[in-house]
DNA sequence: CGTATCTACAACCATATGGTTGTATGTTAT
DNA sequence: ATAACATACAACCATATGGTTGTAGATACG
């Protein structure tokens, strides 16, 4: 069975969007408060315009959302809905895991009884 | 304060990895059971350099390990210490998610108790 | 009003990514 | 030994990424 490859799948944008340390940080400080992009850039060793693409990226897979105040454009986390998904793709891989030490496990305990196949 | 940007971050790697639809499907076969580079590769509408290619990169990112099997080599999900790094990274959004709920709730708590708009 | 600030966006550049094909190396089976 | 298969790896290509600078559009302030 073939992989989607059609969809540009969320989980694409959000894992992508988490896979570069600054946009964590950004994400992380913007889940604590509201802060302005120009704001934001002044605590990166970068330009205004490169954290622009940054909060873009964050914004493009919902994890943040912008509004205007006055002149300024506010950033916020906004992780609700788009870090359950990301989680929900990790529990995917965890039930994999587990369905496997499981077999692993019976196994293990089948050798262990010796002979005596159940 | 100014993000780490000297290390690799093992996170960064991680979730590159995991942001690609055909990466992530792969990983779950693996997590499965073992699977040959070459069957992997039949199951994708790709050449099998490519596959080889996805699987290398998850195994920069110590999601995958490999291990020679006759001709063949067999690949298998080796995620209990990455996924966990993963979600560490994970918490520690959803911690600040939450504190940030937490004092949201306290606000409204507050002007609740006031005028009363319900 | 004019000016300073914050933002948006385009153009550009170097490098990385995701894909291809081709060739070389190992391992199995005949 | 030879043929067949599985893998590794290099070279190449198009596009995306992460960064830069520069310019233009909004909005606030004196």
């Known amino acids: 069975m073939v992989v989607d490859t059609k969809t540009p799948e969320s989980a694409d944008l959000i894992f992508h969007a988490l896979s570069d340390a ?7 400080r913007c889940l604590e408060g509201e802060y302005s992009v120009s704001t934001l850039a002044s605590y990166y060793p970068m330009s205004f315009a490169a954290v622009q693409k940054h909060v873009a990226v964050l914004e493009k897979a919902h994890l943040v959302t912008k509004r205007r105040r006055g002149r300024e454009q506010m950033v916020r986390g906004d992780v609700v809905v788009a870090i359950e998904q990301t989680l929900a793709v990790l529990e995917q891989f965890e039930t994999m895991w587990r369905s496997r030490l499981d077999r692993m496990g019976q196994i293990l305990r089948e050798t262990t009884t010796q002979g005596g196949v159940p």
């Open 22 to 28: 600054t946009r964590r940080d950004i994400l992380l």
